[in-house]
């Protein structure tokens, strides 16, 4: 070859490289639009359409007319979940899947078309949202096919993407258009580096063990981490995997073994623990951190493998076990169990706020809007005996299981709810004989203080309607409620909510998953109560319960001999419950919560106008919305807080009629620093100068028309020219609080109106 050819040669590959490196360039362009402008709105069961856009394989898939969340469903729903249920286009358009890209003709595409019809046809920049958009949780869907495009830009022409929100900048416009008209090519992902190969084949020598200890040791992990966002190395921008079942073993190519839930028989005799690359956008809604790595592993091993102890025989997945972790994992021993969960509480809590569950009142209308979670100390129990307990109670603490997928389910309801009753009389009838045999009495000792060490000792759980958060420490003031967590409440709390949750089922079983946990929240709240004067106990019970049926007000727990011991704790207040959670406030590690706390960045004067905000309780605050994030901007100042709206009723032990119970003049805010909550429901924006203007404007409301024009004054509208400036700027101020943990917010609770 000659020097022209040669050099013809360079030029020809230097172009190719060009192209690939601005390819490459383009699709991280695209991507980074899709997580700050699309991933928003569509991202886990809930996005739109079922369009999931944190995955480059949902866009593909395209969407569906068919909702996932459907509380009139009579049959369980057919299985769409992306990755799990089919593989590759074709096979989703036989699920009723319709594209929403054009590889021929890329202008003719749904996700183009819709990007255009906002471009053509912005929202107003000032003044309310014109009429017409309907933000409801339960709104219906248009859902628009290629087909019918023409009709839907006709009769909508303001519902262009993004839905409800400031139409894309002219050059991010023009960038998705470049993209998709390249093809709308995926982001590449990298070869895994030598150090992260090394990990993953560790873990999955280690998660495939021949004998019968580890064999179950894996299944109880699978059973509790199959939701898990795992990480094998703490980068800036980690690599996630998760947990799966496959046909084959470490070294090939993984084949998926899907099952409805976690305990369903695999169908295989054979088969694979698996760590699957997740090439997603993490959506703070269903992220889930959790780190695998070599210390982890060498803890299981410590926990499930070194113990003396034998597995005589891995239990099967027969229908009526599988799904009883008393039963199923007997062998392993309880402490060990118990360990593995309170190790990281806050991501066992965090699998039924973030997992399928999350969504809608009749899962969350079950707990109060906020309450602190302590655990009992697992080195307080006795192993033998407990687990002797345990065995002997296993059938009454069946979770309730949906076998036929139709309404017939739930009228198993009366069975589940008897023993549960045979358990809390067996408890009461326990715990009884330890105090007149040993002379135990509940006191400190007995409450996990996370070893010294570890903030997943003190939990406070915030409901926001029909979305939840969990956060380490004990945030914001005395609560109404606590909880008082032991290993089986724990255990029951996952597989009732969690491995046990179909999404997809039918109506009947997520009721009686709901009526169950009215069971699980009481015995925590009960549990609490053991701690506080005897002859204080019935008092607060009666008032966490006003007006509730006598079902809730006479449990069988509350007139048992064992509730009246007294508690081995002195206390010198009129407030016992006061006293002794600011004891434990004190004395469990975390539980003070420092990174939460707004005195830490705010100035004296806005530190003095949240006090007084917090301290003031009654209808101005029913008016807030449940989660709102406040930009406090100033010279050199430029924060996050969070205002929670702590609504008041006089029970949450009722299913419907939740109106009829609120009792806004005790409704309350809880003031933090950083962000709380996957989803927003408005953003103010306010000079650190004004935040007492602010504190006083929602002291003074008394009427909707209040709310509206402190929104005027201090809101970020759906179309303010500034909304997504101010979107970006708390993403980053999430990332900085959060890191690992920090995802895209989920903008579909924000006000429209």
């Given at each position: 070859m000659n020097l022209r050819s040669n050099g013809l040669l360079a030029i020809v590959l230097g172009?190719?490289?060009?192209?690939?490196?601005?390819?490459?360039?383009?699709?991280?362009?695209?991507?980074?639009?899709?997580?700050?402008?699309?991933?928003?709105?569509?991202?886990?069961?809930?996005?739109?359409?079922?369009?999931?856009m944190e995955a480059h394989e949902g866009l593909v898939r395209g969407g569906s007319q068919t909702l996932v969340y459907d509380s009139t469903r009579l049959l369980a729903g057919d299985l769409t979940?992306?990755?799990?249920?089919?593989?590759?286009?074709?096979?989703?358009?036989?699920?009723?899947?319709y594209p929403v890209l054009n590889a021929s003709e890329p202008a003719a595409g749904v996700l183009r078309r819709m990007l255009d019809l906002k471009q053509a046809n912005p929202l107003p920049p000032n003044g309310p949202l014109p009429e017409g958009f309907d933000f409801r949780l339960h709104r219906d869907q248009q859902c628009a096919k290629p087909g019918d495009f023409d009709q839907f830009a006709s009769e909508f022409p303001l519902w262009g993407m993004p839905y409800g929100l400031p139409a894309l900048q002219p050059d991010e416009h023009a960038t998705l258009v470049s993209w998709l008209d390249a093809g709308a090519p995926a982001l590449k992902q990298g070869p895994l580096s030598p150090a992260l190969q090394t990990e993953l084949a560790a873990w999955e020598q280690f998660l495939n063990g021949d004998d019968n200890k580890s064999r179950l040791m894996a299944r109880y992990v699978y059973e509790h981490l199959f939701l898990a966002t795992l990480y094998l190395q703490a980068d800036d921008r980690p690599r996630w995997f998760r947990l799966v079942r496959s046909a084959t073993p470490p070294g090939e190519p993984i084949d998926l073994l899907t099952t409805r839930r976690p305990f369903d028989d695999p169908g295989r005799k054979t088969f694979f623990y698996r760590l699957q690359a997740m090439p997603i956008i993490v959506a703070a809604k269903s992220h889930q951190?959790?780190?695998?790595?070599?210390?982890?592993?060498?803890?299981?091993?410590s926990l499930f493998l070194s113990p003396d102890y034998a597995v005589d025989k891995v239990p099967g997945y027969d229908e009526n076990t599988a799904g009883n972790p008393f039963t199923?994992?007997?062998?392993?021993?309880?402490?060990?169990?118990?360990?593995?969960?309170?190790?990281?509480?806050?991501?066992?809590?965090?699998?039924?706020?973030?997992?399928?569950?999350?969504?809608?009142?009749?899962?969350?209308?079950?707990?109060?809007?906020?309450?602190?979670?302590?655990?009992?100390?697992?080195?307080?129990?006795d192993p033998e005996l407990d687990g002797a307990f345990l065995e002997r109670e296993a059938r009454n603490l069946r979770l309730p299981a949906a076998r036929t997928g139709t309404v017939i389910d739930l009228l198993e309801w009366r069975r589940y709810a008897r023993g549960h009753a045979r358990y809390m009389r067996a408890k009461a009838d326990y715990l009884e004989r330890q105090y007149v045999e040993q002379g135990r009495r509940p006191g400190q000792e007995v409450i996990w203080d996370g070893d010294g060490d570890n903030p997943n000792a003190a939990l406070t759980i915030a409901r926001h309607v029909d979305t939840a958060s969990v956060v380490k420490g004990f945030v914001g003031e005395t609560p109404k409620t606590a909880w008082f967590i032991t290993y089986s409440l724990l255990e029951r709390i996952h597989y009732l909510l969690v491995a046990n949750f179909d999404v997809y089922g039918a109506a009947s079983h997520q009721l009686e998953s709901r009526l169950y946990m009215d069971f699980l929240r009481m015995e925590g709240e009960?549990?609490?109560?053991?701690?506080?004067?005897?002859?204080?106990?019935?008092?607060?019970?009666?008032?966490?319960?006003?007006?509730?049926?006598?079902?809730?007000?006479?449990?069988?727990?509350?007139?048992?001999?064992?509730?009246?011991?007294?508690?081995?704790?002195?206390?010198?207040?009129?407030?016992?419950?006061?006293?002794?959670?600011?004891w434990m406030r004190k004395r469990l590690h975390g539980a003070q919560a420092p990174s939460f706390d707004y005195r830490r960045t705010a100035s004296a004067e806005m530190a003095a106008a949240f006090e007084t905000l917090i301290s003031a309780r009654g209808e101005h605050n029913s008016f807030l919305p449940a989660v709102s994030f406040v930009n406090v901007i100033g010279p050199g100042r430029d924060e996050a807080y969070t205002l929670l709206h702590d609504?008041?009723?006089?029970?949450?032990?009722?299913?419907?009629?939740?109106?009829?119970?609120?009792?806004?003049?005790?409704?309350?805010?809880?003031?933090?620093?950083?962000?709380?909550?996957?989803h927003p429901n408005q953003f103010f924006q306010v000079h650190e100068k004004q935040v007492p203007l602010f504190v006083n404007d929602i002291l003074g409301m008394q009427a909707e028309e209040d709310f509206q024009l402190l929104r005027q004054r201090y809101g970020v509208r759906r179309n303010s020219p500034w909304f997504w400036s101010v979107s970006d700027r708390l993403h980053t101020l999430y990332r900085e609080q959060d890191g690992l943990a920090a995802g895209v917010l989920d903008y579909n609770r924000y006000l429209g109106y």
């Amino acid at each position: 070859m000659n020097l022209r050819s040669n050099g013809l040669l360079a030029i020809v590959l230097g172009l190719l490289s060009s192209a690939v490196v601005g390819a490459e360039s383009l699709a991280s362009q695209a991507h980074q639009l899709i997580e700050q402008r699309c991933v928003v709105c569509h991202a886990c069961y809930d996005a739109p359409c079922q369009l999931k856009m944190e995955a480059h394989e949902g866009l593909v898939r395209g969407g569906s007319q068919t909702l996932v969340y459907d509380s009139t469903r009579l049959l369980a729903g057919d299985l769409t979940r992306l990755f799990d249920d089919v593989q590759g286009e074709r096979a989703w358009r036989k699920k009723g899947f319709y594209p929403v890209l054009n590889a021929s003709e890329p202008a003719a595409g749904v996700l183009r078309r819709m990007l255009d019809l906002k471009q053509a046809n912005p929202l107003p920049p000032n003044g309310p949202l014109p009429e017409g958009f309907d933000f409801r949780l339960h709104r219906d869907q248009q859902c628009a096919k290629p087909g019918d495009f023409d009709q839907f830009a006709s009769e909508f022409p303001l519902w262009g993407m993004p839905y409800g929100l400031p139409a894309l900048q002219p050059d991010e416009h023009a960038t998705l258009v470049s993209w998709l008209d390249a093809g709308a090519p995926a982001l590449k992902q990298g070869p895994l580096s030598p150090a992260l190969q090394t990990e993953l084949a560790a873990w999955e020598q280690f998660l495939n063990g021949d004998d019968n200890k580890s064999r179950l040791m894996a299944r109880y992990v699978y059973e509790h981490l199959f939701l898990a966002t795992l990480y094998l190395q703490a980068d800036d921008r980690p690599r996630w995997f998760r947990l799966v079942r496959s046909a084959t073993p470490p070294g090939e190519p993984i084949d998926l073994l899907t099952t409805r839930r976690p305990f369903d028989d695999p169908g295989r005799k054979t088969f694979f623990y698996r760590l699957q690359a997740m090439p997603i956008i993490v959506a703070a809604k269903s992220h889930q951190p959790y780190r695998f790595d070599a210390e982890r592993r060498a803890w299981y091993q410590s926990l499930f493998l070194s113990p003396d102890y034998a597995v005589d025989k891995v239990p099967g997945y027969d229908e009526n076990t599988a799904g009883n972790p008393f039963t199923t994992f007997a062998a392993l021993p309880v402490r060990s169990r118990y360990r593995f969960l309170l190790e990281e509480a806050e991501f066992t809590i965090m699998n039924f706020i973030k997992g399928p569950v999350c969504r809608g009142q009749i899962a969350l209308n079950v707990i109060d809007d906020r309450f602190w979670v302590m655990f009992m100390d697992p080195d307080e129990l006795d192993p033998e005996l407990d687990g002797a307990f345990l065995e002997r109670e296993a059938r009454n603490l069946r979770l309730p299981a949906a076998r036929t997928g139709t309404v017939i389910d739930l009228l198993e309801w009366r069975r589940y709810a008897r023993g549960h009753a045979r358990y809390m009389r067996a408890k009461a009838d326990y715990l009884e004989r330890q105090y007149v045999e040993q002379g135990r009495r509940p006191g400190q000792e007995v409450i996990w203080d996370g070893d010294g060490d570890n903030p997943n000792a003190a939990l406070t759980i915030a409901r926001h309607v029909d979305t939840a958060s969990v956060v380490k420490g004990f945030v914001g003031e005395t609560p109404k409620t606590a909880w008082f967590i032991t290993y089986s409440l724990l255990e029951r709390i996952h597989y009732l909510l969690v491995a046990n949750f179909d999404v997809y089922g039918a109506a009947s079983h997520q009721l009686e998953s709901r009526l169950y946990m009215d069971f699980l929240r009481m015995e925590g709240e009960l549990n609490f109560l053991m701690f506080l004067p005897a002859n204080r106990r019935q008092a607060l019970w009666e008032h966490w319960y006003r007006n509730a049926p006598d079902s809730a007000r006479e449990h069988p727990f509350v007139r048992s001999d064992a509730m009246q011991r007294e508690t081995s704790l002195s206390f010198t207040s009129e407030d016992p419950k006061a006293e002794f959670l600011g004891w434990m406030r004190k004395r469990l590690h975390g539980a003070q919560a420092p990174s939460f706390d707004y005195r830490r960045t705010a100035s004296a004067e806005m530190a003095a106008a949240f006090e007084t905000l917090i301290s003031a309780r009654g209808e101005h605050n029913s008016f807030l919305p449940a989660v709102s994030f406040v930009n406090v901007i100033g010279p050199g100042r430029d924060e996050a807080y969070t205002l929670l709206h702590d609504a008041g009723y006089s029970n949450i032990a009722q299913l419907f009629r939740e109106e009829e119970r609120r009792l806004p003049k005790e409704d309350a805010v809880t003031v933090v620093a950083g962000l709380i909550g996957a989803h927003p429901n408005q953003f103010f924006q306010v000079h650190e100068k004004q935040v007492p203007l602010f504190v006083n404007d929602i002291l003074g409301m008394q009427a909707e028309e209040d709310f509206q024009l402190l929104r005027q004054r201090y809101g970020v509208r759906r179309n303010s020219p500034w909304f997504w400036s101010v979107s970006d700027r708390l993403h980053t101020l999430y990332r900085e609080q959060d890191g690992l943990a920090a995802g895209v917010l989920d903008y579909n609770r924000y006000l429209g109106y």
